[in-house]
């Protein structure tokens, strides 16, 4: 096996599919960029027994052709591009079936939405392949991918026909931890501190490919600005190509991420439809739904609240970056003018809280909860002269509710007077209003922790840390 940096847990899943002595369907799916081509190759060492790849907005002659380039590649045979899906399966079972090769045979089919053309009836082919062949033969490990999360989801594994439950294996792949790019910069020799490494975090996300157009001769500000507001900036239209990649009709969940944008805390179902122009309905649902099954956004309840009120907030690092900094900006060398500014520092601090909700199990780890069962949610009280919201409420099957409060700050964080005063009234107005018997932790995430020289620490019972966040998961 090459080297992989981090993706331990899928590193582990492979090794055990390869021991099974079953016929296996394995379906690996995440955004665009984050690394599903590039792990499984790898893993395997590019030694698969048939590996094809779907190509963006090609006809189905054009997939059939090289779908016989393909076989004629792996199997030295000369051949005509067969004239359909059907007969496409049909020559790969017979291939199967003439080989001598002992052991497993992994077939990999990667970009698979992309071979789904209009018409091609491509799904109904391949459903038909493997459960009338390939799924009674215990040497087959198939492997299927892509980047349109939404397709895999509803097409292969939720598919309500003849897929339905033939899947034996999924992998979701997220984008990488602190702790992986942490490794990943080391790697590349970036030379660069955990400070750094959260900063370019804030703005990159996990996504491995952002990570691997950095040069390590250069500082944050002018990599970035070679990555998004120079000239010939090498992430230039990437917003757009991600929505383009992952949905039809993408301009539609484009608005919908906009909309999403305007408050931090998210949005009601109620305000996206105010902010969005959409009719309510159950197309707004169903796109919802898929930007959460891709990670740009999550939703979960206030706390206290039903399911009906559920709040949808944007949590994709690189989209909250686009938004505030990229979009409509013509500025070239922006982020060196500019990352000094009030604005910037206080999306700082904005983006900070976007990177815990991506660590809420290495909080939890600090915390020593880590096999706990817990909840999450958000809470905010509208009903006093002086509003107050709490982003992140960790509610434990213990009996005890965190309450986190999140601070990005260049050394230890020191808690003024007026602050603990913030804090005391805080939690005063949740315990009030939530009328809750449970114990009441207010818990501080900070870069640097607490500065212990000052006598405002009474209302903090618990501290995380940016080095914690950094931690890998021990379960």
Same mark, same amino acid.
């Given at each position: 096996?090459?080297?992989?940096?981090?993706?331990?847990?899928?590193?582990?899943?492979?090794?055990?599919?390869?021991?099974?002595?079953?016929?296996?369907?394995?379906?690996?799916?995440?955004?665009?960029?984050?690394?599903?081509?590039?792990?499984?190759?790898?893993?395997?060492?590019?030694?698969?027994?048939?590996?094809?790849?779907?190509?963006?907005?090609?006809?189905?002659?054009?997939?059939?052709?090289?779908?016989?380039?393909?076989?004629?590649?792996?199997?030295?045979?000369?051949?005509?591009?067969?004239?359909?899906?059907?007969?496409?399966?049909?020559?790969?079972?017979?291939?199967?079936?003439?080989?001598?090769?002992?052991?497993?045979?992994?077939?990999?089919?990667?970009?698979?939405?992309?071979?789904?053309?209009?018409?091609?009836?491509?799904?109904?082919?391949?459903?038909?392949?493997?459960?009338?062949?390939?799924?009674?033969?215990?040497?087959?490990?198939?492997?299927?991918?892509?980047?349109?999360?939404?397709?895999?989801?509803?097409?292969?594994?939720?598919?309500?026909?003849?897929?339905?439950?033939?899947?034996?294996?999924?992998?979701?792949?997220?984008?990488?931890?602190?702790?992986?790019?942490?490794?990943?910069?080391?790697?590349?020799?970036?030379?660069?501190?955990?400070?750094?490494?959260?900063?370019?975090?804030?703005?990159?996300?996990?996504?491995?490919?952002?990570?691997?157009?950095?040069?390590?001769?250069?500082?944050?500000?002018?990599?970035?600005?070679?990555?998004?507001?120079?000239?010939?900036?090498?992430?230039?239209?990437?917003?757009?190509?991600?929505?383009?990649?992952?949905?039809?009709?993408?301009?539609?969940?484009?608005?919908?991420?906009?909309?999403?944008?305007?408050?931090?805390?998210?949005?009601?179902?109620?305000?996206?439809?105010?902010?969005?122009?959409?009719?309510?309905?159950?197309?707004?649902?169903?796109?919802?739904?898929?930007?959460?099954?891709?990670?740009?956004?999550?939703?979960?309840?206030?706390?206290?609240? =039903?399911?009906?009120?559920?709040?949808?907030?944007?949590?994709?690092?690189?989209?909250?970056?686009?938004?505030?900094?990229?979009?409509?900006?013509?500025?070239?060398?922006?982020?060196?003018?500019?990352?000094?500014?009030?604005?910037?520092?206080?999306?700082?601090?904005?983006?900070?809280?976007?990177?815990?909700?991506?660590?809420?199990?290495?909080?939890?780890?600090?915390?020593?909860?880590?096999?706990?069962?817990?909840?999450?949610?958000?809470?905010?009280?509208?009903?006093?002269?002086?509003?107050?919201?709490?982003?992140?409420?960790?509610?434990?099957?213990?009996?005890?509710?965190?309450?986190?409060?999140?601070?990005?700050?260049?050394?230890?964080?020191?808690?003024?007077?007026?602050?603990?005063?913030?804090?005391?009234?805080?939690?005063?107005?949740?315990?009030?209003?939530?009328?809750?018997?449970?114990?009441?932790?207010?818990?501080?995430?900070?870069?640097?922790?607490?500065?212990?020289?000052?006598?405002?620490?009474?209302?903090?019972?618990?501290?995380?840390?940016?080095?914690?966040?950094?931690?890998?998961? =021990?379960?």
């Amino acid at each position: 096996m090459n080297e992989i940096l981090g993706r331990h847990k899928e590193i582990a899943r492979f090794q055990t599919i390869m021991k099974s002595d079953e016929a296996e369907f394995v379906v690996v799916y995440g955004r665009r960029r984050i690394g599903k081509t590039y792990l499984i190759r790898q893993f395997f060492e590019g030694k698969f027994y048939f590996y094809f790849s779907g190509n963006e907005n090609s006809p189905m002659t054009a997939q059939l052709e090289n779908f016989k380039i393909a076989f004629q590649n792996y199997f030295g045979l000369t051949v005509t591009a067969p004239e359909n899906w059907t007969v496409a399966f049909e020559m790969l079972r017979k291939e199967i079936e003439r080989s001598r090769k002992r052991g497993k045979k992994v077939i990999f089919i990667d970009e698979m939405p992309w071979l789904a053309t209009v018409g091609a009836n491509f799904v109904q082919a391949f459903e038909y392949w493997w459960n009338t062949y390939a799924s009674a033969n215990p040497d087959i490990l198939l492997i299927v991918c892509g980047s349109s999360t939404s397709w895999m989801l509803n097409k292969i594994i939720k598919n309500r026909g003849g897929l339905h439950n033939r899947v034996t294996q999924q992998i979701h792949l997220q984008p990488f931890t602190l702790n992986e790019c942490e490794e990943y910069a080391q790697y590349k020799k970036l030379g660069i501190d955990r400070q750094t490494v959260l900063d370019y975090y804030s703005i990159l996300g996990g996504v491995p490919y952002y990570w691997k157009l950095l040069e390590k001769s250069l500082g944050l500000p002018q990599n970035i600005d070679n990555l998004f507001f120079s000239k010939t900036a090498a992430l230039d239209g990437e917003f757009q190509k991600i929505f383009n990649s992952l949905f039809r009709n993408s301009e539609k969940y484009i608005l919908l991420i906009e909309a999403l944008s305007k408050k931090r805390m998210g949005l009601t179902r109620e305000e996206i439809v105010k902010y969005s122009g959409f009719q309510d309905g159950g197309a707004i649902t169903k796109m919802l739904e898929e930007l959460e099954q891709c990670g740009f956004i999550r939703s979960y309840n206030a706390f206290g609240k =039903k399911t009906k009120n559920k709040i949808f907030q944007l949590i994709d690092c690189y989209s909250l970056f686009y938004l505030n900094f990229i979009k409509n900006n013509n500025e070239e060398q922006f982020w060196t003018n500019n990352f000094r500014t009030a604005k910037v520092n206080s999306w700082r601090g904005y983006a900070f809280e976007q990177v815990c909700l991506w660590h809420i199990p290495q909080i939890k780890q600090k915390l020593g909860i880590a096999s706990v069962s817990v909840s999450y949610s958000s809470w905010r009280n509208v009903d006093t002269e002086n509003q107050t919201q709490i982003d992140l409420i960790i509610d434990r099957a213990d009996r005890v509710i965190n309450l986190c409060e999140m601070k990005y700050a260049p050394d230890e964080y020191v808690i003024t007077k007026e602050y603990n005063e913030t804090l005391r009234k805080r939690y005063a107005a949740f315990a009030a209003a939530t009328k809750t018997r449970k114990t009441v932790h207010t818990t501080l995430i900070t870069t640097y922790g607490i500065n212990r020289n000052n006598s405002y620490l009474g209302e903090v019972q618990s501290e995380v840390k940016m080095e914690d966040l950094f931690e890998d998961l =021990k379960i």
